[in-house]
């Protein structure tokens, strides 16, 4: 796999969103694959926490017949942590600041998951 494209597609969206303060790319087990965090976030955590959430509201969406789950947002006090399904395999997590314009980052999240989805699935064909 390769570790620095996917370190590209975390800080792209990083410079092209304003708001955005933390990325982190798992396996839908909750795995940690990549990430571009602040020290004081456990990368790790995220990932599980991250993969744990999208679970429930990919369910949540199969079991109401809403199709294919695409993204979740949790809101909090100070900013939001948006989860994002990569295929059926991964996620990327986006946490952002009370300033991030969510349009923009769904927007400019779209084109990147799939570069994303590609980089990740170079890994399977390559085996490594």
Do not use: W
Not at 17 to 29: E, F, K, N, R, W
Not at 30 to 41: R, V
Not at 88 to 97: I, Q, R, Y
Request: hydrophobic share 45%.
């Amino acid at each position: 796999m390769n570790r620095e494209a996917l370190a590209l597609e975390m800080r792209g969206l990083r410079e092209q969103v304003t708001g955005i303060t933390d990325t982190a790319v798992a396996a839908a087990d909750g795995l940690l694959i990549a990430s571009d965090t602040a020290e004081s976030i456990d990368p790790e955590g995220l990932a599980a926490l991250a993969a744990a959430g999208l679970g429930l509201a990919r369910r949540t969406t199969q079991a109401t017949s809403r199709g294919v789950l695409r993204q979740t947002v949790a809101y909090g006090s100070h900013g939001c942590a948006a989860f994002y399904a990569v295929g059926d395999t991964a996620l990327m997590v986006v946490l952002g600041d009370e300033g991030l314009d969510l349009e923009s980052l769904h927007q400019a999240t779209r084109p990147a998951l799939d570069r994303i989805g590609t980089i990740l699935t170079e890994k399977t064909t390559e085996g490594v």
